[in-house]
């Protein structure tokens, strides 16, 4: 097959968050295939472009496009048929791009990875017939902004989640029906969608994890660190740890005056690097080339997620490194473990940060979580995931030809 992905972040090897999976699913899949990748990225990350041009027969990258203003998202808001949620990853340029490549490619199929990315799919006329249509949803955005807007409720912030949540609703599966699949990462989600649109032809293709490379420590890290691992450009993502920094975290201390918390991810807010400032007990790395030897040194991570929806691929890398996971529901959802066994949930801050520790005092509780963990990644391999979603392509193809 010859394979298009349309991406909205740069899916190079030392990515952390979700275009990890996008990365990995060009790697697999160029064993068989022939892939072409058409991405956004950002000035200095030209460095991480060999990474994926070993796997793509053709690659071709845009700069993001900027941020639009006020006053054009107000206008936009009334008077656009696409939403402004949407229009924040519209490029003229990209669109141009991609139209070009449909038109002389001949593709079998085009993936638009991230829903964002599905807005170059929907309505277009560039797009061959015999060409197949794919969104792969890492999150529903009309159902992330009412999860936003249920809990920052009437703030500002709030407001404007459901501002967009009312511009999203009808736009973004009215976008999803006119494609020939979605692919979702949790059974979960395939609901969520299917609650809003009940015709809408949806598979489940799994996160995976590279569970050698996350190999546990010979020896296990005996300092009191609790590690959260994220893209900060991910609004769930500084919600987590604001969240986690105010109601949860001051109750460990309390307990464990010596506890440290490290925060390791790109682009983190001026909110989230203040807590450093301000607390010396508290890390704040920014990017880092190499997510291990923070995972290595600390002996439990948390992952107090609140809002989005998907599979957290920072939990599967932290259960493949043999650290114990404190989490929200949501954070492990899709993993298919059993709270207190492979991981342990906790939804109430109280609750959170009891269970957290547990796993800093309990040698026996830590242990046993640190090895159940690692056995449940490693029935997320990129392997196994990647040959899912190719079977599905392998199928539609197939199909499309005998129409």
């Known amino acids: 097959?010859?394979?298009?992905?349309?991406?909205?972040?740069?899916?190079?090897?030392?990515?952390?968050?979700?275009?990890?999976?996008?990365?990995?699913?060009?790697?697999?899949l160029s064993n068989h295939h022939e892939i072409h990748l058409l991405t956004f990225y950002n000035l200095g990350e030209e460095k991480f472009f060999p990474s994926l041009k070993k796997y793509c027969s053709r690659f071709e990258a845009v700069i993001f496009p900027p941020p639009r203003n006020f006053l054009r998202n107000v206008y936009d808001y009334f008077f656009s048929k696409t939403p402004p949620y949407m229009l924040k990853l519209y490029s003229s340029k990209f669109k141009e791009k991609f139209d070009e490549m449909v038109k002389n490619e001949k593709y079998d199929c085009v993936i638009a990875e991230y829903s964002f990315m599905g807005q170059y799919l929907y309505g277009n006329p560039n797009i061959p017939k015999e060409t197949l249509r794919i969104i792969s949803v890492h999150e529903c955005y009309t159902e992330a902004r009412l999860k936003v807007f249920r809990v920052k409720k009437w703030s500002w912030e709030g407001i404007k989640a459901y501002l967009h949540y009312l511009r999203l609703k009808k736009y973004e599966f009215e976008m999803y029906r006119s494609v020939d699949k979605i692919l979702t990462l949790t059974q979960k989600d395939k609901q969520i969608l299917?609650?809003?649109?009940?015709?809408?032809?949806?598979?489940?293709?799994?996160?995976?994890?590279?569970?050698?490379?996350?190999?546990?420590?010979?020896?296990?890290?005996t300092e009191k660190i609790i590690c959260f691992l994220g893209n900060f450009?991910?609004?769930?993502?500084?919600?987590?740890?604001?969240?986690?920094?105010?109601?949860?975290?001051?109750?460990?201390?309390?307990?464990?005056?010596?506890?440290?918390?490290?925060?390791?991810g790109k682009n983190p807010p001026p909110n989230v690097r203040l807590i450093a400032e301000k607390d010396p007990s508290v890390v704040v790395t920014g990017y880092v080339e190499d997510v291990r030897p923070y995972l290595w040194v600390s002996q439990v991570m948390v992952?107090?997620?609140?809002?989005?929806?998907?599979?957290?691929?920072?939990?599967?890398?932290?259960?493949?490194?043999?650290?114990?996971?404190?989490?929200?529901?949501?954070?492990?959802?899709?993993?298919?473990?059993?709270?207190?066994?492979?991981?342990?949930?906790?939804?109430?801050?109280?609750?959170?940060?009891?269970?957290?520790?547990?796993?800093?005092?309990?040698?026996?509780?830590?242990?046993?979580?640190s090895l159940n963990g690692r056995k449940l990644s490693e029935k997320f391999s990129w392997q196994k995931s990647v040959e899912k979603l190719e079977k599905i392509l392998v199928k539609l193809t197939s199909e499309r030809m005998l129409q």
């Open 233 to 264: 450009g991910h609004e769930p993502n500084v919600d987590a740890v604001i969240y986690f920094y105010r109601e949860i975290y001051p109750k460990i201390r309390l307990k464990m005056p010596d506890v440290k918390l490290y925060l390791v």
């Open 1 to 28: 097959m010859k394979i298009l992905f349309l991406c909205k972040e740069l899916p190079h090897s030392k990515v952390v968050g979700g275009p990890i999976i996008v990365y990995n699913r060009i790697k697999y």
């Open 303 to 369: 992952v107090p997620i609140r809002l989005g929806g998907g599979f957290r691929g920072k939990t599967l890398e932290g259960l493949a490194s043999g650290l114990p996971i404190v989490s929200t529901t949501l954070g492990v959802e899709g993993l298919e473990g059993k709270n207190g066994e492979h991981y342990l949930v906790a939804d109430d801050p109280e609750e959170f940060a009891n269970q957290v520790v547990a796993v800093l005092e309990d040698e026996n509780l830590h242990h046993k979580l």
């Open 194 to 221: 299917l609650s809003y649109a009940s015709n809408l032809n949806v598979n489940v293709v799994p996160h995976g994890v590279d569970v050698e490379y996350f190999k546990p420590p010979p020896k296990p890290s």
